[in-house]
């Protein structure tokens, strides 16, 4: 099994990526990562607050919704981390006990040809150190009208790793899209991973970058890496 840190580190342009899962002491975490190859792209930071993440632009810009989104919600009992606009939509499906698997039919692809980014997330029922009915997925292009659907069930996340998905595995000069999920081993503890993350992403493409344990109530101890 590939580490979680191989796999961030694994390319040149991962785009945006997500994982989930327990770390080597069985903490429950979650982790979102950004790179960007534009001037826009690279004027981002994450924003914490007690239970939600957003991305925004540092220059207070107009928001661009490809670019500027709520990153990630949790409530008491569960946690939806990804890319878009569609975070939110899918809190709001699985707040009414709706299964994110089926939540995930109804997205689409980002609209921005000719990549055709997909839209990632991960998702999961927070039980004190435990993570039940994890989800990690995407919406992403098989053609220019046909959307695929991927994703990865876990009933129980085990301890020591994480499923992870991200939106690239090329490099800036030749973006290749992704969007499979897979699992991963976590060899580390969460509150080294920030390090341990950024430093295997490209200095020229890394925007920001955030961990973050859920055994809290809020994301309130998160750490942040940023440009």
Excluded at 95 to 117: G, H, S
Aim: with cysteine; aromatic share 8%.
């Amino acid at each position: 099994m590939a580490s979680l840190v191989d796999v961030v580190g694994g390319c040149e342009y991962p785009g945006r990526g997500v994982a989930i899962g327990r770390d080597s002491d069985g903490v429950p975490f979650a982790a979102y990562w950004l790179t960007g190859r534009s001037a826009a792209s690279q004027q981002r930071e994450l924003v914490v607050s007690e239970y939600e993440i957003v991305v925004q632009d540092v220059r207070g810009a107009a928001t661009d919704e490809l670019r500027h989104y709520t990153a990630a919600i949790r409530d008491e009992e569960w946690v939806i981390v990804g890319n878009g606009t569609h975070v939110s939509e899918l809190a709001g499906t699985h707040a009414d006990c709706v299964d994110l698997q089926v939540a995930l039919r109804n997205l689409d692809y980002e609209p921005d040809p000719p990549i055709r980014t997909p839209r990632i997330f991960a998702g999961a029922v927070i039980e004190g150190p435990e993570l039940l009915d994890l989800v990690v997925g995407s919406a992403r292009s098989y053609s220019a009208d046909q959307v695929q659907h991927p994703s990865l069930f876990l009933r129980r996340s085990e301890e020591a790793t994480a499923g992870v998905v991200s939106t690239y595995r090329g490099s800036a000069a030749e973006v290749v899209t992704d969007g499979y999920p897979v699992v991963v081993s976590v060899d580390a503890e969460w509150e080294t991973l920030p390090d341990l993350l950024w430093n295997r992403l490209d200095p020229a493409l890394r925007v920001g970058l955030v961990v973050i344990p859920l055994n809290t109530e809020t994301f309130s101890e998160a750490i942040l890496r940023a440009r």
